[in-house]
Structures are given as structure tokens and as C-alpha cells.
């Protein structure tokens, strides 16, 4: 499998050679970006796989009796996307029951509207959000068996979006955490049910074998909402704000101008990584992903969540790394010259995006050695042992001290950590 993953990166670095030289634009600089690119991507598999395995192994062990992670129906929707994300695709439904046992319980909160949560937490219960994770993690089970809630979790998603409301005429193409119309509608659950919907959309075609789902419609009334909430001159207008162009092209959390680093209209990382990829669900025009894609290059910043104040720097910071993993791996697809790199200007140093998250990553984590009492089957192999007892093993977390967003609960940041891992692992 890794030997393949190596094939892949080979392959592709090749491929960007070819249309260097086809396109005229062959270089010492283009061939050594080419060449530096895989050398990076080789020595980096390792240490992600290492990580995302350490990672995973602790999650495990936090399994509720009942199925659930820390007992919540979100946390344990993304948990389960992160075993079966793994790039070796180690884990299945089939060889690891203990993942059986969260999709069944994920699969108990499904309600008549096609929403999956706890409608017993009433306004805590998020339908939207619980629904989107809880689709993307049986969507990733690869199985017809959940055809229906599929089917139906697509049906509800797209069924909050605010397309009457006249009076809101600002919200117009958006999502909210409930199904309350007077609520605020907001960039991150509308990006979260684009993201769902591009997922779900492949396993309807290549599992299901079905026809394209058409959701043209939700999609063109979402881009009148995202660019609503992209940082520009119209839109400073309209916010009562006069903050700079520089600060152009990122993203805040509504289009009322609401952002979360407490300054109206002021982007900040988490949000406009979101912004990026949601640009990219909708066809949006190659100049605002230029924007988009320039205010995360000026604004590059790993230890903390870019554009927040000093005492909340890490607020959403795991969030911030999922999203930006999500939205960096999408823009590598449409790049065709520097790929996989942060650009900053001539004369500056070249820095790949995926290897300085990667390293935050995995800098960031807590290692737990523990003494194996039995033997630990190979998680690509259960007939095979990978620990035996008395080996030492090595379990990792990842913690942020900011409790924002519920980002004190380390499942929910290890989940977080895994995925963005994962999402490096899957560029070309």
C-alpha cells in the first residue's frame, strides 16, 4: 500500500513535468519545484502514517459501551470517518466491530426528516451540523446499507436552506446550526453541508452506481451566501466596516458581519479556509479563489488560528487545521504551476503547505507509551499481530487549551488532527 501511495506521488510529479514542458514552461526552477515537491512528500508518508496510526489507536480506547465517543452523536460521526479515511484504508466495518457498533449506534438517531441526532437535546441538538458529520462518516463505510439515510440526510440538508424569507434577504443561500428560520445563518454549517453533499454525491455514483444527483439549485443559491461573506469593498459597505484591503479576499462567519474574532467583518483562518473550498463547491470564478487563496498565503500561520486577538489565538485551532487541509488539497487539483506550495512573494523561501501542517501536526501531539498485556492484532491484518505482549506501544492525542467550540474535549481535537492528516495523505 505504501509502495503504491509512492507509485502515485511519482506518478503525478511526473505528470506536472509533462505539462511544464508542453506548456513551454520548463525551468531550472519548475524541474527542482517538481523534484523538492516529491522528495517532501517521500520523507513525510512515514510520520504522517506513524501519527494518523498512533492517533487512532488512542481513539479506540474512548469508546463508549453504547457506541458513542464521549457520548456525543457529532463527535463520534467524525471519529468513524477517521478510521475508515486511513490512506492505507486499514480499517472496515466488516474486520473491526467496534466501528460497527458507532455506525449502529450513529444510525439509532435517525429521525423521519431524514436528520440523524439527538432530538432530545432540543436546541443543542444541531441537526444540521450532527446530520452533515454523520452522512460524511457512512458515506466513508463505502456500504449500500445506508443508501436510505443517505438518500434522505441529502433531502434534509438541502431542505434547510433559506430560499423565502424576504425579510432576510441577507441570508438568502445559507444553512443555520437548527431548524429555526430566525436563527443566524453561517458560512461554517453551510460549508460543512457542501462538503457532505460533494461526498455523498460520489457514493451515490460509485457505490450506489446511480445517476448525478442534481443539486444545481442549492448549490447556485449557496454562492450568492458565500460571497456574501467574503471580505471586499462592496461588502465592507455593507457591514459598517473599513478595515483595509488587506484583509481582502479572506472570510468571516456571516454575511451580517459577523466574525468571530469579535471585530465585525474581520476574516480569520478557520473561516476562510472554508470559504476556499465552499468557492470551489460552487464553481465560483477563478478571481475570488485567487483572493481567497492570497489572504491565506499573507496571513500563513500555523500556531495559532490567523486573525484572532492575542488571547484567543487558538481559538478553533483544530478546526482551522481540518479546514485548511480540505481546502488547500481541493486547490491542488486546479493548480498548475508551484503545487503544494504557500506563495509569498519573489525571493522568498519556498514552503509547502502540506509538509508545515503536518509538522504542526505531529509536533503537537501527545505521545502515551503503554506496555501491551496482549496481543494487538494488525489493524490491516486481525489474523496477523503488529504488538505482542510486553511490547511497548505508543498511543497519541492532541489537546488545545482553548475550550472554544468544544475544543477542550480531546476526542473531538484527535479526530480533528486525524482527518487533516488523512486529507494530506490523499494529494497527489
Known amino acids: 500500500m505504501m509502495w503504491t501511495k509512492?507509485?502515485?506521488?511519482?506518478?503525478?510529479c511526473l505528470t506536472l513535468l509533462i505539462t511544464i514542458v508542453v506548456r513551454g514552461e520548463v525551468s531550472y526552477a519548475s524541474l527542482t519545484d517538481a523534484f523538492d515537491y516529491y522528495e517532501v512528500r517521500k520523507n513525510l508518508t512515514p510520520l504522517i502514517i506513524d501519527s494518523i496510526d498512533q492517533g487512532l489507536r488512542w481513539l479506540e480506547i474512548q469508546q463508549g459501551p453504547d457506541g458513542l465517543f464521549h457520548g456525543q452523536v457529532g463527535i463520534t460521526a467524525l471519529v468513524v470517518a477517521a478510521f475508515l479515511k486511513h490512506p492505507e484504508q486499514k480499517y472496515n466495518l466488516r474486520t473491526h466491530p467496534f466501528l460497527q457498533r458507532s455506525v449502529n449506534a450513529l444510525t439509532s438517531y435517525s429521525n423521519l426528516d431524514g436528520s440523524i441526532c439527538d432530538r432530545s437535546l432540543l436546541q443543542m441538538a444541531h441537526p444540521s451540523y450532527t446530520t452533515s458529520v454523520c452522512l460524511l462518516a457512512l458515506a466513508a463505510t463505502n456500504s449500500r446499507n445506508y443508501y436510505q439515510q443517505i438518500r434522505d440526510g441529502r433531502t434534509f440538508l438541502k431542505s434547510l436552506q433559506m430560499v423565502k424569507d424576504e425579510d432576510h434577504a441577507r441570508y438568502f443561500g445559507g444553512i443555520n446550526y437548527s431548524l429555526d428560520q430566525q436563527e443566524n445563518y453561517d458560512l461554517s454549517n453551510l460549508s460543512l453541508a457542501l462538503l457532505t453533499l460533494d461526498e455523498t454525491r460520489s457514493y451515490m455514483t460509485k457505490v450506489m452506481k446511480q445517476t448525478l444527483p442534481d443539486d444545481s439549485s442549492f448549490l447556485s443559491n449557496a454562492k450568492k451566501f458565500i460571497l456574501r461573506c467574503q471580505s471586499n469593498e462592496a461588502n465592507e459597505d455593507y457591514w459598517g466596516t473599513n478595515l483595509g484591503s488587506n484583509h481582502y479576499g479572506g472570510f468571516i462567519y456571516s454575511p451580517n458581519g459577523e466574525s468571530k474574532t469579535m471585530v465585525t467583518g474581520k476574516p480569520y483562518g478557520s473561516m476562510t479556509a472554508a470559504g476556499l473550498l465552499s468557492l470551489m463547491h460552487v464553481n465560483a470564478k477563478e478571481s475570488h479563489l485567487r483572493d481567497t487563496f492570497e489572504w491565506i498565503c499573507n496571513n500563513w500561520q500555523l500556531d495559532k488560528n490567523p486573525g484572532m486577538n492575542r488571547n484567543q489565538a487558538t481559538k478553533g485551532l483544530y478546526y482551522y487545521y481540518y479546514n485548511l487541509a480540505l481546502a488547500l488539497a481541493a486547490y491542488e487539483e486546479i493548480r498548475t504551476m508551484k503545487k503544494g506550495q504557500i506563495i509569498f512573494g519573489k525571493e522568498q523561501p519556498k514552503v509547502f503547505w502540506f509538509q508545515e501542517l503536518a509538522e504542526a501536526l505531529i509536533k503537537r501531539k501527545i505521545v502515551n507509551s503503554v506496555v501491551a498485556n496482549q496481543d494487538i492484532p494488525d489493524p490491516a491484518n486481525p489474523n496477523e499481530s503488529i504488538f505482542y505482549v510486553g511490547d511497548r506501544v505508543d498511543l497519541a492525542y492532541w489537546r488545545n487549551q482553548?475550550?472554544?467550540?468544544?475544543?477542550?474535549?480531546?476526542?473531538?481535537?484527535?479526530?480533528?488532527?486525524v482527518l487533516a492528516l488523512e486529507v494530506i495523505m490523499s494529494i497527489e
Not at 509512492?6 to 503525478?12: C, G, K, M
Open 6 to 12: 509512492w507509485f502515485r506521488t511519482i506518478l503525478a
Open 402 to 417: 482553548s475550550s472554544f467550540w468544544m475544543e477542550r474535549d480531546t476526542v473531538l481535537t484527535t479526530a480533528y488532527a
